[in-house]
């Protein structure tokens, strides 16, 4: 249902949760840890999904209305209630306050101060990747005053993307062009997403980078949007701080 993260670079104060598909109450193509809200399950399965996961953390997670941009939302400065506010990415400094992001092949990118006082999480798809959110949440921390861990995605094996997302990146900058491998038709390109993160992250200022080197499409344990076409359910990552 819920593990907790291996992150040797964070701080103590940091705790790091990844979930899977089991031990919900979703019935398939959502089996059965759906968390997520928009993609046709049971709204009532859903609910009882994340009730269960909520009992294992310190509070509900903030969830939020995830759009492929770059919105940060500040846990510290803005107010929520029910209703998810639109942001692919989170931030706070108080502790005990979850923030998570829902994935199914796109990257859930944790970032943790080096001191521990302030944690953010982002959904990163190749449209917020190419937008900057990443960059965008480093600009929360201190240059080479925090560090990141990138979370199962889709890998470049199983990820063909056409010349247009490519040009998204290249465009901005040349040396991304080592992260697109040709496909065999000639007209699409294999995309590393976590290696592009990765580079996007240690030339926003991360101190270190720990890539999980999951791909949700191998690993059946977890919800991956282009295995099973589209219809499917989502995982979570979790993040929040301690006050110790």
Not at 4 to 22: C, G, S
Not at 226 to 242: K, N
């Given at each position: 249902?819920?593990?907790?993260?291996?992150?040797?670079?964070?701080?103590?104060?940091?705790?790091?949760?990844?979930?899977?598909?089991?031990?919900?109450?979703?019935?398939?193509?959502?089996?059965?840890?759906?968390?997520?809200?928009?993609?046709?399950?049971?709204?009532?399965?859903?609910?009882?999904?994340?009730?269960?996961?909520?009992?294992?953390?310190?509070?509900?997670?903030?969830?939020?209305?995830?759009?492929?941009?770059?919105?940060?939302?500040?846990?510290?400065?803005?107010?929520?209630?029910?209703?998810?506010?639109?942001?692919?990415?989170?931030?706070?400094?108080?502790?005990?306050?979850?923030?998570?992001?829902?994935?199914?092949?796109?990257?859930?990118?944790?970032?943790?101060?080096?001191?521990?006082?302030?944690?953010?999480?982002?959904?990163?798809?190749?449209?917020?990747?190419?937008?900057?959110?990443?960059?965008?949440?480093?600009?929360y921390f201190a240059r080479g005053g925090f560090v990141a861990w990138?979370?199962?995605?889709?890998?470049?094996?199983?990820?063909?993307?056409?010349?247009?997302?490519?040009?998204?990146?290249?465009?901005?900058?040349?040396?991304?062009?080592?992260?697109?491998?040709?496909?065999?038709?000639?007209?699409?390109?294999?995309?590393?997403?976590?290696?592009?993160?990765?580079?996007?992250?240690?030339?926003?200022?991360?101190?270190?980078?720990?890539?999980?080197?999951?791909?949700?499409?191998?690993?059946?344990?977890?919800?991956?949007?282009?295995?099973?076409?589209?219809?499917?359910?989502?995982?979570?990552?979790?993040?929040?701080?301690?006050?110790?």
């Open positions: 249902m819920i593990r907790r993260i291996h992150w040797p670079e964070a701080p103590r104060n940091v705790v790091l949760r990844l979930t899977d598909r089991e031990g919900g109450v979703s019935r398939e193509p959502y089996a059965s840890f759906n968390l997520a809200t928009h993609v046709g399950d049971d709204p009532a399965a859903v609910v009882e999904n994340r009730l269960r996961l909520a009992r294992l953390l310190p509070a509900m997670p903030l969830w939020l209305e995830q759009v492929h941009g770059t919105r940060v939302f500040d846990a510290d400065h803005e107010a929520w209630g029910e209703t998810p506010p639109s942001a692919d990415a989170a931030v706070t400094t108080k502790p005990g306050v979850p923030l998570a992001v829902l994935v199914a092949d796109c990257l859930p990118v944790a970032f943790a101060a080096c001191d521990g006082r302030r944690v953010a999480v982002a959904h990163a798809g190749w449209r917020g990747l190419a937008g900057g959110v990443l960059e965008v949440v480093a600009r990138i979370g199962p995605g889709i890998s470049a094996a199983h990820y063909e993307v056409g010349e247009e997302v490519r040009r998204a990146f290249v465009d901005q900058a040349p040396s991304l062009a080592r992260f697109f491998v040709p496909g065999r038709d000639g007209a699409h390109w294999h995309a590393d997403l976590a290696g592009i993160a990765r580079a996007k992250l240690l030339a926003a200022g991360a101190a270190a980078v720990r890539p999980s080197g999951r791909c949700t499409f191998r690993d059946e344990t977890l919800y991956s949007y282009r295995r099973e076409r589209g219809r499917t359910g989502r995982f979570a990552l979790c993040l929040w701080r301690t006050s110790a």
